[in-house]
């Protein structure tokens, strides 16, 4: 067998990735960090390359609040030199390598050595507690410092003393993942109304992160984030041409992932069954809620309990429909406290002629008269009746 040619044409200009940034800073990034570096990288070769944080958070589907954490991580990694607006917003951005940061950095003296230290016996390991971050006096780093910033950013205010000794307390519980606790304000700021949780708040959820093991901003994201994917599967299950949802459904969609623990695809069946009503949002949440109170958390389950409902729905209509169709009772009034007699039919012209010899004769002829007598008032009111309504 001949051995195969190949031949390869590099027609596409190539982005060159250095080693040093895979092999020291890529391991421990969070990938959308790693793509919102190497896009940028990509961009900056264009000339006068100018994009909104906007336009590179739909090149990279993902969201706005994850642009600009990537960009406060790599500016705390030395990678970059961020530039915010006075907004608080990213308005520049230059590169740097890891040569020219420390090139940049003031040079530090030498350590002096150390004596070594006695050997003492290692300590039996104790099992490790979860910690509940509380408000501590730690010393202040420059990287906590930074975190206080961008957390001031997030919140639109100024920290106050308290503040800080629970950020503090959060960096020291978290083993300094400034990652984790970004991602924790970003999260609740988007999550909890108004836009300004309450530190509090904060402090419940990065606990009940730690007592479920969450320890990066990676497991927190896949936690609590409603992915482009699934937002996009949403839209377009509901029939809507838009790009993006809004706040209150991110918000919805994210609660009843994370709370009510229900499947995507049955909250995408909840969405259908909203089209198929062409009903409004309020609908959709109502249908998700009566899910979670029956603890309705398979999409099975879900479809059961629809064709339930349905069958319950075509029931009530038919019932409705044979009470609309049938006989009316009528309406009482003073005319039916006026005892009738019963008619033995025929027509009116019938009654013109008294015929006393059908009927049971009467023993006497006073009782003849008398009964004639009233048959002929009976017969001149009939024939007033007639007059009225001729």
């Known amino acids: 067998m001949s051995p195969l040619i190949l031949h390869h044409r590099e027609t596409e200009p190539a982005l060159s990735v250095p080693l040093w940034f895979i092999r020291d800073y890529m391991p421990e990034a969070n990938g959308d960090f790693v793509k919102v570096f190497l896009f940028l990288q990509l961009i900056s070769l264009q000339a006068d390359a100018a994009l909104s944080v906007a336009d590179i958070a739909d090149q990279l589907s993902c969201t706005e609040s994850d ?5 406060r991580y790599w500016d705390r990694k030395g990678l970059i030199v961020l530039t915010m607006d006075e907004n608080g917003q990213p308005a520049e951005i230059a590169f740097l390598s890891p040569k020219a940061a420390k090139a940049e950095a003031p040079e530090e003296a030498a350590p002096a050595p150390i004596a070594p230290a006695p050997v003492r016996p290692a300590a039996k390991p104790a099992a490790k507690a979860a910690r509940k971050p509380q408000p501590i006096a730690v010393e202040t780093g420059e990287e906590l410092e930074e975190l206080c910033k961008v957390i001031e950013a997030y919140l639109g205010k100024t920290l106050n003393s308290r503040e800080v000794q629970v950020v503090a307390a959060w960096y020291h519980h978290t083993d300094g993942n400034a990652d984790l606790i970004d991602y924790l304000v970003d999260y609740c700021v988007t999550l909890k109304d108004p836009d300004r949780p309450s530190f509090d ?9 730690q007592e479920a093991g969450i320890t990066t901003a990676a497991q927190a994201k896949a936690e609590t984030r ?3 994917k699934e937002e996009s599967d949403y839209l377009s299950t509901i029939g809507s041409s838009r790009k993006r949802l809004t706040r209150e459904e991110r918000d919805y969609l994210a609660r009843a992932k994370r709370n009510y623990g229900m499947p995507f695809e049955q909250i995408l069946f909840a969405a259908t069954l909203t089209a198929r009503r062409e009903a409004g949002f309020p609908y959709f949440m109502s249908i998700v809620d009566n899910w979670n109170e029956k603890g309705i958390r398979t999409l099975a389950a879900a479809e059961q309990d629809a064709e339930a409902h349905k069958a319950e729905a075509a029931a009530k209509a038919r ?5 609309a169709s049938g006989t009316s009772a009528p309406r009482k009034t003073s005319f039916h406290n006026f005892e009738q007699r019963a008619s033995a039919g025929g027509s009116w012209d019938e009654l013109e002629v008294f015929h006393p010899a059908q009927e049971t004769q009467p023993e006497t002829p006073a009782e003849v008269s008398k009964e004639q007598e009233e048959w002929q008032q009976l017969l001149q009111s009939f024939r007033k009746d007639q007059r009225k309504h001729a």
Request: aromatic share 10%; net charge positive.
């Open 67 to 71: 642009v600009v954490r990537a960009l």
């Open 201 to 209: 708040y904060m402090n419940a959820v990065l606990t009940a992160w």
């Open 226 to 228: 409603v992915s482009r």
């Open 319 to 323: 019932q409705e429909r044979a009470a």
